[in-house]
């Protein structure tokens, strides 16, 4: 490597040191992972010694770039790299055999610096025999090199070789155990997710039987209680008289609605699925839902970028979620304002979402994380238990019913999966 030329070190030319001995020492070489260039240096000494070189050096090739990756004298980090185009590394790794030159000027055609007479050149041959590199020995003077050193510093240069291919082994197997490591922890989080969802899910099935069971042990006495209030209606005929009666009577009918509502929202959600084209369905629907007494003087503007899409839902239920939510967005507004509504595209490419805005008062910070969940509502005698109730419906059906508010007013995002 004829642009690679540090200084001529008479240090080098060290006294002779017997094959048997630099033999002996090769065995005694002990690579351990992650010590590579010390494990190199020694090798790249070692093979000094034995041939009594100004300089060996340990290269790796690489396409067009070379780089020292150890030797046997001190060097600056910025000399470690060299083009190895036209280079006598070049010539070793391309043949996979070891270059002798003896003297330079016995030979016309050759890349060796001008301060150097002999070189000898040895591949690192891989298990696949491919060559990666050289180890380069350069002397200042001619030197005869017997077959004997050649094939010990061959020997070298394959415990040099069979070093740096366990060493890129060892540091991919670092990579796939980190992966493994990331993928473990994923999944781990993936379990305790689940093993949440679970528990959770048994938590809601034991309060759910719970709550079946109060319903039903309040429904039989608030029966009777509203017999005795209905046969009172017939028998005392004061106005005072019926006007209290009335009132307990529409108490009774609130209170059974709220049992049904807790009875339902209990219950696991069991589907009965059919194709839906969900454009037909809205514009059905919000024919309908005109009807109902919360949108009096109110409208609707309805937009449909995507008049082809199928959902599979069930109907009757899908109602009832959209039924809800009309009717908390009419609420929401003065007369003569608009619910917008609009299907658009979903978060990815098998979802739809269906948007029914509100241009009234925002919902409170506060709050508007706890919308959803049974008994937080922003009416005064609301029970919230109708949008909880929705959130289940939509999440039986594999999709999401998100919230938003500020002060622009409140969208709620129902979000499906298409049936392709």
Not at 9 to 35: I, K, Q
Not at 86 to 94: D, I, Y
Not at 218 to 223: E, S
Not at 396 to 415: D, M, N, Q, R
Request: with cysteine; net charge negative; aromatic share 6%.
């Amino acid at each position: 490597m004829s642009k690679s030329q540090p200084p001529v070190n008479s240090a080098s030319f060290m006294s002779t040191v017997s094959p048997e001995l630099e033999m002996e020492y090769l065995t005694t070489l002990n690579y351990r992972s992650g010590d590579l260039a010390a494990y190199l240096t020694e090798i790249s000494r070692s093979v000094s010694r034995l041939i009594q070189s100004d300089w060996t050096i340990v290269t790796l090739c690489q396409g067009e770039t070379g780089q020292i990756i150890a030797s046997n004298l001190e060097m600056r980090r910025e000399s470690a790299s060299f083009s190895v185009h036209r280079t006598l590394a070049a010539e070793v790794v391309q043949s996979v055999r070891s270059l002798v030159i003896e003297n330079r000027q016995n030979m016309r055609d050759h890349n060796l610096a001008s301060e150097y007479h002999a070189y000898l050149g040895v591949p690192l041959k891989m298990r696949n025999q491919a060559a990666i590199g050289t180890i380069c020995s350069f002397l200042c003077h001619p030197r005869s090199f017997t077959e004997a050193e050649v094939k010990m510093v061959e020997l070298f240069a394959e415990r040099a070789a069979t070093a740096i291919e366990n060493f890129w082994l060892y540091q991919h197997q670092l990579q796939v155990n980190q992966q493994l490591s990331q993928e473990a922890a994923a999944c781990s989080i993936d379990l305790k997710r689940s093993q949440g969802q679970l528990i959770e899910q048994e938590r809601l099935a034991a309060i759910g039987e719970f709550t079946t069971m109060i319903v039903h042990e309040v429904r039989n006495p608030l029966t009777t209680i509203e017999l005795g209030l209905r046969y009172a209606q017939k028998v005392l005929q004061p106005d005072s008289d019926q006007q209290r009666l009335n009132l307990a009577l529409k108490e009774s009918e609130r209170l059974k609605h709220l049992l049904n509502d807790i009875l339902y929202y209990a219950k696991p959600q069991v589907l009965k699925l059919s194709r839906l084209n969900l454009s037909l369905f809205l514009d059905e629907f919000l024919l309908q839902v005109q009807d109902v007494p919360e949108a009096v003087d109110r409208r609707i503007k309805y937009t449909n970028s995507l008049p082809e899409v199928a959902v599979m839902a069930d109907l009757d239920k899908l109602k009832q979620v959209f039924l809800n939510l009309f009717r908390n967005a009419f609420e929401a507004i003065a007369p003569q304002e608009a619910v917008d509504c609009s299907i658009r595209p979903g978060i990815n490419v098998n979802s739809i979402c269906i948007e029914i805005h509100n241009g009234g008062a925002p919902i409170p910070p506060e709050l508007l994380s706890q919308i959803g969940t049974p008994f937080c509502s922003t009416k005064p005698s609301g029970t919230g238990l109708g949008l909880a109730i929705s959130k289940r419906i939509i999440a039986a059906h594999g999709g999401e019913l998100i919230i938003e508010s500020s002060v622009s007013g409140t969208k709620v995002s129902v979000y499906l999966p298409m049936n392709l």
